[in-house]
T-cell receptor
Framework: KAGVTQTPRYLIKTRGQQVTLSCSPI?????VSWYQQTPGQGLQFLFE???????NKGNFPGRFSGRQFSNSRSEMNVSTLELGDSALYLC?????????????FGDGTRLSIL | AQKVTQAQTEISVVEKEDVTLDCVYE???????LFWYKQPPSGELVFLIR??????QNEISGRYSWNFQKSTSSFNFTITASQVVDSAVYFC??????????????FGKGTLLTVNP
């Protein structure tokens, strides 16, 4: 069974640009969550989608947005990139939303802002 | 508000030693879930275990064991006879119904475990 797939693995952008990251969940999983990981802040929750609806949202500015498609695949978009957005962005999927559902993570997309 | 504290930033042991990774959590909810994840250098977070707040039984899986104590709000993780392949960052995480919203997952800062041959 294929795991969570994130593309691209690495990305280099400059300040002011925008970026879109993609996540394909494990087959049958309907919930997708996104996290930002940095050395200083650690792992921080961005948002969670279930059945194409955002169910949870973390404390990030509106420049960070996402969506989920009918096949459960998800994309995350960051507009007007800032140096501080440099991070590893992790996507996780689970069968359902919340509760005791363990999340299974992808390898992440490492975003570097120059 | 929910919070997870992993006081040990880094631990270094020699192969075959036992090592315990500490995790202390804070939550106002009576129903919550605790998780441990392993992050090897490749970056992917690997799910290790889930525990709900109503189940205080300790669990053992091979060389891994977990000690959940509600009285001290702790969910510690012990690796017995550590191996070099255990070297990774280990995260403890809490999921509760914080602020009346849907369940939200909060991670600790992680503990970097280095097992030397």
């Amino acid at each position: 069974k294929a795991g969570v797939t994130q593309t691209p693995r690495y990305l280099i952008k400059t300040r002011g640009q925008q970026v879109t990251l993609s996540c394909s969940p494990i087959s049958g999983h309907r919930s997708v969550s996104w996290y930002q990981q940095t050395p200083g802040q650690g792992l921080q929750f961005l948002f969670e989608y279930f059945s194409e609806t955002q169910r949870n949202k973390g404390n990030f500015p509106g420049r960070f947005s996402g969506r989920q498609f009918s096949n459960s695949r998800s994309e995350m978009n960051v507009s007007t990139l800032e140096l501080g957005d440099s991070a590893l962005y992790l996507c996780a999927s689970s069968l359902a939303s919340g509760g005791n559902q363990p999340q299974h993570f992808g390898d992440g997309t490492r975003l570097s802002i120059l | 508000a929910q919070k997870v504290t992993q006081a040990q930033t880094e631990i270094s042991v020699v192969e075959k030693e036992d090592v315990t990774l500490d995790c202390v959590y804070e939550t106002r909810d009576t129903t919550y879930y605790l998780f441990w994840y392993k992050q090897p250098p490749s970056g992917e977070l690997v799910f290790l275990i889930r525990r709900n707040s109503f189940d205080e039984q300790n669990e053992i899986s091979g060389r891994y064991s977990w000690n959940f104590q509600k009285s001290t709000s702790s969910f510690n993780f012990t690796i017995t006879a550590s191996q070099v392949v255990d070297s990774a960052v280990y995260f403890c995480a809490l999921r509760d119904l914080s602020g009346g919203s849907n369940y939200k997952l909060t991670f600790g800062k992680g503990t970097l475990l280095t097992v030397n041959p």
